[in-house]
Antibody, heavy 119, light 110 residues
């Protein structure tokens, strides 16, 4: 059974940093692209970033490019999202998902980790 | 303003059929595969449809997807109260070089 468990969320002041982690199990992690998606309070799903299976390719939403960095450690079956220069509008529940939004879609999702940016 | 356009809400009676539209452009739906997601309040999103019209294992055939040009449609037949959720379309945008979601459609089963 595929399991994705996010961690690392919390309360941070504007301008601060957080690193989210997503521990994966139940599938061959190194064979799949991975994606971060967020949902802000009262808003819809918002695609954040994706990384290829071997980390060769990374993609970012315009709203986070230059501030967020996606990475993965295939030896630890773990996906990361380093978030710097956080803004109030980054407040959201952050989900990691297996796959890409195209082709086979985002086939499995974690339960999310909450990031709150507030002074 | 979302790149993909969905109606904010739809409703229908139990047992009836409903369709949810998703409109985009040649840079996303027109030239890339589309997927659909269901998010029941308080839970994580779930993949319903991938590659425009394919169902993952475990998704009942009450759910169907279709695409024509730069628009797509999710169909749900035999509506159940458990289908009440937010539904999102998603695609890759080749011009933006990012993933994009529709704004979401809230389904009410009356």
């Amino acid at each position: 059974e595929v399991q994705l468990v996010e961690s690392g969320g919390g309360l941070v002041q504007p301008g601060g940093s957080l690193r989210l982690s997503c521990a994966a199990s139940g599938f061959t992690f190194s064979s799949y692209a991975m994606t971060w998606v967020r949902r802000a309070p009262g808003k819809g799903l918002d695609w954040v970033s994706s990384i290829s299976d071997n980390s060769d390719s990374t993609y970012y939403a315009d709203s986070v490019r230059g501030r967020f960095t996606i990475s993965r450690d295939n030896s630890k079956n773990t996906l990361y999202l380093q978030m710097n220069a956080l803004r109030v509008e980054d407040t959201a529940l952050y989900y990691c998902a297996k796959g890409k939004i195209f082709d086979s879609g985002l086939g499995s999702w974690g339960q999310g980790t909450l990031v709150t940016v507030s002074s | 303003q979302s790149v993909l356009t969905q109606p904010p809400s739809v409703s229908a009676a139990p047992g009836q059929k409903v369709t949810i539209s998703c409109s985009g452009s040649s840079s996303n739906i027109g030239n890339n595969h589309l997927s659909w997601y269901q998010q029941v309040p308080g839970t994580a999103p779930k993949l319903l449809i991938y590659e425009d019209d394919k169902r993952p294992s475990g998704i009942p055939d009450r759910f169907s997807g279709s695409k024509s040009g730069t628009s797509a449609t999710l169909g749900i037949t035999g509506l159940q109260t458990g289908d009440e959720a937010d539904y999102y379309c998603g695609a890759w945008d080749g011009s933006l070089n990012t993933g994009v979601f529709g704004g979401g459609t809230s389904l009410t089963v009356l």
